[in-house]
């Protein structure tokens, strides 16, 4: 079965910061893979999504990921952080079959300092 | 263009009531999934139904039950509540169920359920 591990629980970083966010994936074969936010309160919203092909995924709101199949990971990047980044992320999987049932990692808490 | 609506947004129950959870998709949009997030994890997969039809079932107990209507909206069912049942529960829908393409589910606000 496929599981995503999110080794972080919190990270706090300071406002124009870089930031990098870290996902590791355990499937046979080439994984769906998604990140997404969660603000207080709220739903999730997709962030960016890797299906296949370019291993660098642009997303909304400035972030991007890679991912790494030797080294089972798709971390979430952003070269500078803006307060309003502030909220919970997820790292979740499909497998590779439907995107309904995604897996989804323990979450990493982001605080972002002024 | 209205997303996902899920009501109640918020409800408390006691322990061995019943509830109902209502869920509708974006107009367009043929499958729903339901998700439990309990507090301080990530959310975990109850149930996926596309054209009426469950497509797939998460590691819950047959307390839980769920539909989904012909104009493609659905409803969660939780019978005889335990306090672990308390948790926010999200309904997320798409346009199919698999294939690059379409491959975004959209999220409610979800239902926050406290059993005490």
């Known amino acids: 079965a496929q599981s995503v591990t999110q080794p972080d629980i919190h990270i706090t970083v300071s406002e124009g910061a870089s930031l990098e966010l870290r996902c590791n994936y355990s499937?046979?074969?080439?994984?769906?893979l998604f990140w997404y936010v969660q603000s207080p309160g709220q739903g999730l919203q997709l962030l960016l999504k890797?299906?296949?092909?370019?291993?660098l995924v642009q997303g909304i709101k400035g972030f991007e990921a890679e991912f790494k199949r030797s080294q089972s990971s798709f971390n979430l990047r952003k070269p500078s952080v803006h307060w309003s980044d502030a909220a919970e992320y997820f790292c979740?999987?499909?497998?590779?079959?439907?995107?309904?049932?995604?897996?989804f990692g323990q979450g990493t808490i982001l605080t972002v300092h002024p | 263009d209205a997303g996902v609506t899920q009501s109640p947004t918020h409800l408390i129950k006691t322990r061995g009531q019943q509830v109902t959870l209502r869920c509708s998709p974006i107009?367009?949009?043929?499958?729903v999934s339901w998700y439990q997030q309990v507090l301080g994890q990530g959310p975990q997969f109850i149930f996926q139904?596309?054209?009426?039809?469950?497509?797939g079932r998460g590691n819950f107990p047959d307390r839980f039950s769920a539909r989904q209507f012909p104009n493609y909206s659905s409803e969660l069912n939780v019978n005889a509540l335990l306090l672990g049942d308390s948790a926010l529960y999200l309904c997320?829908?798409?346009?199919?169920?698999?294939?690059?393409?379409?491959?975004?589910?959209?999220f409610g606000e979800g239902s926050r359920l406290t059993v005490l």
């Open positions: 499937y046979g074969a080439t994984p769906y």
């Open positions: 997320a829908s798409s346009e199919r169920t698999s294939g690059p393409n379409t491959g975004e589910l959209f």
């Open positions: 979740a999987t499909a497998g590779g079959t439907s995107y309904g049932k995604l897996t």
């Open positions: 107009s367009g949009h043929k499958s």
């Open positions: 890797y299906f296949s092909g370019d291993t």
């Open positions: 139904y596309y054209e009426k039809e469950e497509r």
